[in-house]
């Protein structure tokens, strides 16, 4: 091909921005002829002896690196994927929250792997652009349609994963369940960028720019994907200055995790020097900030604990400050790697925990002995004492089937604190029982009967023993049959350890009356029917 007819070719294919006449589009037999036009006006520039020459070649190609970076810019725009290709209703949310820490916020990998991939013809057409392009001395405008196209690529998919801008005062304003979502979609957004998106974008570069060197790739990676990085990393950050409140540690957890997990791919996508501030912004800036926040909601919450004061209500024997602390510590336990990942600080004060080793370990164990010493102060508060220990009897005991149910957790608390709870439970249903049942126990004592030895006066005591046992008894026959006892497990429990207290006390009783055939008139209930009566104690719901 000669000079002339290089050039008359260049002209014919002058930059244009009607889409029906690009080269690599609907003329795809033009490519060749044109590419090889392009060659033979760049030797010229490089081997001809004549200033004129040269000086026309050069005007001839910038003509045609005007039409390149057209062409270069229209594959991109040709071949990017729109969001519209992403299915919307794929897994309904590609993120899947679950109670696990280590299961929550899944990505479906089969849905974004081959989001933002251009076809193997278009990277190739791609590459034969920039080679004329770097020949000609002209790659740099490559380079910056390169990175402006993709950018608005990453920017759309951001767009489609509802990725928003958060600054700290609007984490701090938002109520809870709108930041909730938000950070739903920030850590959707930040695995599915790090995973797929920027990593499907490091390839793209590599396979493009491969001529260029390994610089100028990563160059042009960080150009096109740090604006996107720290955006996210921004989000990431204001989140940590969120108002502190117990709900919320296991969020922060999620974030704190979903980071420190990301650090090596944001390492491997940011290794030059100019990049080393996004590497120093995500491990030793925005993941302590997140860290800290961690610690500070799990001081809070230890320091409400302390300062706990709601009342106690007595038609509700499991009281919610056990349940939602309990909730509590099994979410901790769920957790549990996430937070032995974090410098945890002291506990409030160190004498409720007692000899635990491990930072996570200390935490939970005196979270569970602070909520034993509430209720224990709860129990005491009103006048009615077998109220308040039958009250701590149920709390207690709803707080050792809650460990038992969690292994991790009965192995944490360790055998030492656990039989000082089982030892606390069974002293609260042994006053609990002396209690109630003491004015039974008093009349069916055979204390003082000796001494009386006159018969008139011994039977008239015994049969004033049995009228108030039965008055008694019948009393406390009505009011437990309505009394709620939550855990049918203990309400066996009771039972049976009131026939052993009642009946056998009662049948020792009955041995004096069977001396006197008058005091059988008073004897009102069988043996059996009082074990029988007993079985009918305490309502399970």
């Keep these: 091909m000669t000079t002339d007819s290089a050039t008359a070719i260049i002209h014919r294919w002058r930059s ?13 037999e033009q490519i060749a002829p044109f590419l090889q036009a392009v060659d033979e006006i760049q030797r010229t520039i490089d081997f001809t002896a004549s200033e004129d020459e040269r000086k026309h070649a ?58 933002n991939k251009l076809s193997t013809d278009a990277v190739n057409d791609l590459r034969t652009i920039v080679v004329r392009m770097n020949s000609s001395g002209f790659v740099n405008e490559c380079l910056k349609v390169y990175v402006s196209e993709r950018k608005k690529v990453i920017g759309a998919c951001l767009q489609h994963l509802n990725v928003e801008k958060l600054s700290k005062s609007s984490c701090r304003s938002l109520e809870w369940g709108v930041l909730e979502v938000r950070i739903r979609i920030w850590i959707k957004a930040v695995k599915v960028c790090f995973k797929y998106y920027f990593e499907n974008e490091k390839r793209l570069c590599e396979q493009v720019f491969c001529d260029l060197g390994d610089e100028t790739v990563g160059s042009c990676l960080v150009d096109t994907i740090t604006e996107y990085t720290v955006q996210l990393l921004d989000t990431a950050e204001a989140l940590s200055s969120i108002r502190p409140a117990s709900e919320r540690l296991f969020k922060m957890l999620d974030v704190h995790d979903t980071l420190s997990d990301l650090i090596p791919s944001i390492n491997g996508l940011f290794r030059s020097e100019l990049s080393e501030f996004i590497r120093t912004k995500a491990k030793n800036e925005v993941l302590p900030k997140l860290g800290d926040k961690a610690n500070e909601i799990l001081l809070r919450f230890e320091n409400d604990l302390v300062n706990e004061q709601s009342p106690v209500v007595h038609a509700e024997p499991i009281h919610r400050l056990s349940k939602y602390v309990m909730h509590y510590v099994y979410k901790l336990c769920d957790h549990k790697q996430s937070l032995m990942r974090l410098s945890l600080p002291d506990p409030p004060s160190m004498e409720a925990a ?27 508060l009103g006048k009615d004492t077998a109220a308040g220990r039958f009250f701590a ?24 604190n656990f039989n000082k709870l089982i030892d606390k439970f069974e002293q609260a249903r042994l006053d609990y029982l002396k209690l109630t049942f003491d004015v039974v126990s008093r009349n069916l004592s055979d204390k003082g009967l000796s001494r009386i030895k006159i018969l008139p006066f011994r039977v008239a005591k015994l049969a004033d023993r049995l009228k108030r046992f039965n008055y008694e008894f019948e009393k406390l026959e009505k009011e437990l049959g309505k009394v709620v006892v939550p855990d049918f497990g203990l309400v066996l429990e009771l039972r049976k350890l009131i026939v052993e207290m009642v009946v056998t006390a009662y049948t020792s009783f009955l041995v004096h009356t069977k001396k006197v055939a008058r005091l059988e008139t008073y004897v009102k209930y069988s043996v059996e029917e009082i074990e029988s009566a007993i079985q009918g104690f305490y309502d399970c719901r």
């Design 354 to 380: 007692g000899t635990i080793s491990g930072s996570f370990s200390l935490h939970v164990v005196w979270i569970i002995m602070r909520l034993l010493s509430n209720l224990e102060a709860k129990s005491k």
């Design 58 to 115: 050069k005007s001839v190609i910038q003509i045609a690196v005007s039409r390149l970076t057209d062409e270069f810019r229209n594959i991109l725009k040709v071949n990017a994927k729109s969001t519209s290709s992403l299915n919307p209703n794929s897994h309904t949310d590609s993120t899947t929250m679950t109670d696990s820490a280590s299961s929550n916020y899944q990505v479906y990998e089969d849905d974004y792997i081959n989001h």
């Design 393 to 416: 009897m149920n709390n207690f005991h709803y707080i050792i089937q809650k460990i038992q149910a969690r292994p991790e957790l009965l192995e944490i608390v360790a055998d030492d």
């Design 16 to 28: 244009t921005t009607d889409h029906n006449l690009f080269i690599f589009h609907n003329h795809r």
